[in-house]
């Protein structure tokens, strides 16, 4: 049975995530049937198989900027889908997963789900 976790969404920053087509209603991390992890984030996405994954921790405190929308890390391969700026699941692969941000693929993917420790937990971490 496919388990959703949608965003906890922070409308202060509509103006930020909703640009990205995001809904909030039907967009968020999808753990399916089929073994497979979807993120979805408006017009953007990230799959991949459950296997791929090699863990996932809680991050928390992030300035507004840098959590709040899809981008790129500037640190690193790393890529957000932010709805709000308190905390998110960063969730990390053993192969780079690609997305139209970066087709050479990221190594992680921080997610801002209502359901942190859930999330986690059903990763494994």
Not at 12 to 17: C, D, G, H, N
Not at 47 to 55: P, Q, R, Y
Not at 92 to 121: I, N, Q
Request: charged content about 25%.
């Amino acid at each position: 049975m496919a388990r959703t976790f949608p965003y906890r969404v922070d409308y202060r920053f509509l103006p930020v995530w909703g640009a990205f087509g995001v809904r909030p209603w039907k967009d968020g991390v999808t753990l399916a049937d089929d073994d497979g992890l979807r993120a979805t984030f408006g017009l953007l996405r990230v799959e991949t198989a459950l296997d791929n994954v090699d863990g996932a921790h809680v991050t928390r405190g992030y300035r507004w900027w840098t959590a709040v929308g899809a981008r790129r890390s500037f640190v690193d391969d790393g890529l957000t889908f932010g709805t709000n700026r308190d905390a998110g699941v960063c969730i990390h692969f053993r192969e780079k997963v690609p997305s139209a941000l970066r087709p050479a693929g990221h190594s992680a993917l921080t997610v801002t789900v209502a359901d942190l420790a859930g999330l986690v937990e059903a990763l494994g971490g």
